[in-house]
């Protein structure tokens, strides 16, 4: 099982939802943490200014941003709407 750490940011952002949203960001993590990558996270790599990092769908709306550390371990990055692909990382 791969390890994943959370930034401050992803923590905060994290904070902000409601239980419901929270429930399926944990869901989206275990799935992180176990290396599984069913359909429904559609995870894949970003391109351009933010190539190198990774996202995987939470709902329909909301995204993790994320990228591969050492020993294949994880960080989060953030968590949002689309609007995060305008935030600067």
């Not at 960001?25 to 200014?49: D, R």
């Not at 190198?52 to 709902?59: E, R």
């Amino acid at each position: 099982m791969r390890k994943i750490y959370k930034s401050n940011r992803f923590k905060n952002q994290y904070k902000e939802f409601n239980w419901k949203l929270q429930k399926k960001v944990k869901i989206a993590i275990s799935y992180l943490e176990k290396n599984e990558f069913p359909a429904s996270l559609k995870v894949h790599m970003l391109k351009g200014e933010l190539a190198g990092i990774y996202s995987c769908s939470v709902n329909n709306s909301h995204r993790i941003i994320f990228r591969v550390i050492k020993n294949n371990d994880l960080e989060l990055i953030l968590v949002w709407d689309h609007s995060i692909y305008k935030q600067t990382l």
